[in-house]
């Protein structure tokens, strides 16, 4: 290995790392606005659960706070 690159290699793994979590990060948002826009839908439509709504609206924002918590 020459001089000087070993801090190139470790630079370019800890972005990888990073990106990697970033990935996670963006695929539970997507999921979470996925069920938020299924949830807004079954409201709309008259479809929700009969009395579930309201339990099922506070997991939601449960589930996006712990992604910032």
């Known amino acids: 290995m020459e ?3 070993e801090w190139q290699r470790r630079a ?3 972005a990888r ?3 990697q979590e970033k990935d996670k990060v ?3 948002l997507q999921k979470t606005i996925s069920e938020m826009k299924s949830h807004l839908e079954k409201k709309k439509t008259g479809k929700g659960g009969g009395g579930n ?3 099922e609206e ?3 924002v449960r589930k996006f ?5």
């Open 3 to 5: 001089v000087g690159t």
């Open 12 to 14: 370019l793994l800890q």
């Open 17 to 19: 790392d990073e990106i």
């Open 26 to 28: 963006i695929e539970q």
């Open 53 to 55: 709504d309201e339990n």
């Open 58 to 60: 506070d997991d939601i």
């Open 65 to 69: 706070e712990e992604l910032y918590a």
